[in-house]
């Protein structure tokens, strides 16, 4: 077993911010402006653009796919209260402070602040979520708050000049910062904050329709080209050592969109020599790299080769994929310790109470979803997605808070806790807040939760063998326009085995494919697969697509078990140092207030169902019994899953 663990020293982002007080704004104090007035008019959100192989699968648009009642739901709701609650003048506040525009909003806190010089980043992350909102749930409020929001970008915008800033320029902090990094300073982050700021621009325009949202962003397009065009490569290679989180991204995405070869030239100067030569070579040297830093940068790689065609992009992504997600995760899928990456393989010698950062994990998913578009035959992409999910995102927010709040990083040492709340410099497994918080995991948290029916389906269509992809197991219904059809998904799942899917509306011929996830309890007679109560024959095989093609007709259902069992994993450095998971479902000990100086000895073989309890169980542990439960379901308490 490992030492006793002691409390690391304070992450990056910590230091960071203590350091970032320097260059104060001055606030202006004033009572807090009245929120937005909310409607419910229901109204059906655009579909989204999105690039990918022409023969491969495609994702739904978000209008296509509902939500039905279950944790994933739960968890949107609340989330969706508070995108609906924070006012939008108190995160302008510092827009319009940065170029001479009236406000009186009162300043938010945490990395919001108007003495941080991360200040603007959650806007983005705002508008990206309400636009995701509205495009799943049609509500108008979601779509008419996000205008709002754009309209007051644009005006300070159209300031930036009189402010002496160069056109284009949008930002909470003045453009000087940029002075600094060109000149090898190490600022907080600044490209990062305007990824976050153009992405949410670009959701807006492709999810809420929002053309003004477009405009805004083709000038912050123009502002980057202008901004990085005299530098040299030597010069902006140096630029790139400060967090830039995903300008490749973003720039590559509106050319796809726009096919303007002036925005992937300027994508392009965004690619890393130092990450991505090694990665192109099928090395991981990512030891003692920040892991979210990198993350981003890799999640571009993608779209670049969208872009251009270049084989080399694919490799850096999946390279990167593999090594992060079979040689750096954790038992619950997540990555990093303290934020950094450590050697391959090295687990058990870095469990601490700040492993995990969530934002991670929110870009892994999307890296893998990414990669899933240009290799559907392999699953095993989609397993990582649905681990992670289950077991860090869905389980990263407080579902005692009625907005929905996040923690930072999933701790992992023993005795770590979830537990409300705290600004910066709070325990690390406190939750976020309305206005004292902001951190990067507040803003990805407002993403995650109002996008997990995403991903739930794909499909192929303009060919002549049509199929719908059914990735996630999750309660919600899918309306496929080109066929007419409506899925219906009925599962139990996380709690139970079994699924039900209901054809409605039309008839069409297509291929059903089905994953057949890679935790299945394979060989035991009890999984099946039956289409109006009949068997079919097809064999499930664990990390694989099951395939049922057919006339399908309004009425048609599928029902389908997969039976999952107890699994003991071991630490790759220490065989000794094990979790423990039932089917996707890692499980927890629970110990209420009681702190843990050390891990725990448990004895596998005392692992026992608790009667009437399809997930829960006891095990002895250090002479004592244990609750063991779902790691998602555990708040506000100490835990242990090592």
Known sequence: MPAPHSRPAPSRRQVLFTASAAAATTAIPAAPAAAAPATTTAASGPATTEHRPASGPAPFPLSAVRLLDGPFLANMRRT???LLFVDPDRLLHTFRLNVGLPTSAEPCGGWEAPDVQLRGHTTGHLLSALAQAHANTGERAYADKGRLLVAALAECQRAAPAAGFRRGYLSAFPESVFDLLEAGGRPWAPYYTLHKIMAGLLDQYLLSGNREAFDVLLEMAAWTEARTAPLSHERMQGVLKVEFGGMNDVLARLHLETGDPVHLRTARRFDHDELYAPLAAGRDELAGRHANTEIAKVVGAVPGYEATGERRYLDIADTFWTAVVRHHSYAIGGNSDQELLGPPDEIASRLSDVTCENCNSYNMLKLGRHLFLHDPTRT???DHYEWTLYNQLLAEQDPGSEHGFVTYYTG???????????GL????GSYSGDYDNFSCDHGTGLETHTKFADTVYFRTSGTRRPALYVN?????QVHWRETGVTLRQETDHPTGDRTRLTVTGGAARFALRIRVPGW????????ELKVNGRRTGNRLEPGTYTTVTRHWRSGDRVDLVLPRVPV????PDNPQVRSVSYGPLVLAGGYGDTPLATLPTVRPETLRRTPGEPTRFTAEADGRQVLLRPFHEVHHQRYNVY
């Open 380 to 382: 095993e992409y989609l």
């Open 472 to 476: 996630l197991f999750i309660p919600s």
């Open 80 to 82: 969706c209260a508070y």
């Open 520 to 527: 299945l309890a394979a060989g035991d007679g009890r999984a």
């Open 412 to 422: 992992l040492w023993a005795g770590s806790r979830r537990e409300p709340k705290g």
């Open 568 to 571: 003991w994993r071991p630490a």
């Open 425 to 428: 410099g709070s325990a690390p």
